[in-house]
């Protein structure tokens, strides 16, 4: 079973690791993290960022890291970029934004579909409270009452008597 120490020092070197990779990838201008496509500094955050570490267990538990980082800093390594390179990642961009103008369509389409069927239901509804109204107004009219007809009531009843 292992121990409370080793469980903490397993976890470090497996931060480290990923620091590690981070600060290699940032080097080289490679980052997979989404904010850090379109440009960065390197810095401590962003490295954090990159490595999905929090800054403060940089600080406290890493320091040798913000060394290296201090000394690219102060060396940068330019990435080497080709006109193929940079062809690949627009077509893959391409691509991407293909499959997300599709989703967007069938939204669409959906989110249409929806408020037509919306539309036609509250119609309906307004058709029947129309009608509902107009049943209840009928209902609450004054009929007249004929005199004739209460005198032949009231004999009918006499007559029985």
């Given at each position: 079973?292992p121990?409370?120490?080793?469980h903490h020092?397993?976890?470090?070197?497996?931060?480290?690791?990923r620091?590690?990779d981070?600060l290699?990838?940032?080097?080289k201008g490679?980052?997979?993290?989404p904010?850090?496509?379109h440009g960065?500094?390197?810095?401590?955050a962003a490295?954090a960022?990159?490595?999905?570490v929090a800054?403060?267990a940089?600080y406290t538990n890493?320091?040798?890291?913000i060394d290296?980082?201090?000394?690219i800093?102060?060396d940068?390594?330019?990435?080497?970029?080709?006109?193929?390179?940079k062809?690949?990642e627009?077509?893959g961009?391409?691509?991407i934004?293909?499959q997300e103008?599709?989703?967007?369509i069938?939204?669409?389409a959906?989110?249409l579909?929806r408020?037509?069927a919306a539309?036609a239901a509250?119609?309906?509804?307004r058709?029947?409270?129309?009608r509902l109204?107009?049943e209840?107004?009928?209902?609450?009219?004054?009929?007249?009452?004929d005199?004739?007809?209460?005198?032949t009531a009231?004999r009918?009843d006499?007559?029985e008597?």
């Amino acid at each position: 079973m292992p121990t409370k120490h080793s469980h903490h020092k397993q976890r470090l070197r497996k931060t480290e690791t990923r620091l590690n990779d981070a600060l290699d990838r940032l080097r080289k201008g490679c980052p997979i993290h989404p904010l850090h496509k379109h440009g960065y500094t390197l810095t401590v955050a962003a490295l954090a960022r990159e490595a999905g570490v929090a800054r403060n267990a940089i600080y406290t538990n890493h320091r040798a890291i913000i060394d290296d980082l201090h000394a690219i800093i102060g060396d940068p390594v330019k990435p080497i970029t080709t006109w193929q390179d940079k062809l690949d990642e627009l077509h893959g961009l391409i691509r991407i934004m293909k499959q997300e103008q599709r989703q967007l369509i069938s939204e669409n389409a959906l989110l249409l579909q929806r408020a037509l069927a919306a539309e036609a239901a509250a119609d309906r509804h307004r058709r029947h409270n129309a009608r509902l109204i107009a049943e209840r107004d009928t209902a609450l009219r004054a009929v007249p009452i004929d005199p004739r007809h209460k005198r032949t009531a009231l004999r009918d009843d006499t007559a029985e008597n």
